[in-house]
Nanobody, 121 residues
Framework: QVQLVESGGGLVQAGGSLRLSCAASGSNFRIIAMGWYRQAPGNERELVAGITDGGRTNYADSVKGRFTISSDNAKNTVYLQMNSLNPEDTAVYYC???????????????WGQGTQVTVSS
């Protein structure tokens, strides 16, 4: 199995910044991509930003220019730098890792436990 441990959430005022971290651990699992998703009350979980093992990134339109995803492949860690936060960014943020176990062609996906981000106006 793969475990994802998130950190960095909290309460911030509008216009402020937060940095989320997610460290993946597990044996014989090759990570192909990692990403951040968020889910606000009453809403579906949505992709915020993703990054591949080759460094290719993608972002939701709502966060482009404000959020930056990065990774440290050697540490199996992904980061999400969030700037210019606004109340609409309030949600539980989840880390996701997708990849394959050694010797397997099946793709697997794992989720972190989530970290709350609250932006006050």
């Amino acid at each position: 199995q793969v475990q994802l441990v998130e950190s960095g959430g909290g309460l911030v005022q509008a216009g402020g910044s937060l940095r989320l971290s997610c460290a993946a651990s597990g044996s014989n699992f090759r990570i192909i991509a990692m990403g951040w998703y968020r889910q606000a009350p009453g809403n579906e979980r949505e992709l915020v930003a993703g990054i591949t093992d080759g460094g290719r990134t993608n972002y939701a339109d709502s966060v482009k220019g404000r959020f930056t995803i990065s990774s440290d492949n050697a540490k199996n860690t992904v980061y999400l730098q969030m700037n210019s936060l606004n109340p609409e960014d309030t949600a539980v943020y989840y880390c996701n890792a997708a990849g394959r176990f050694s010797g397997s062609l099946q793709s697997n996906s794992f989720w972190g436990q989530g970290t709350q981000v609250t932006v006050s106006s």
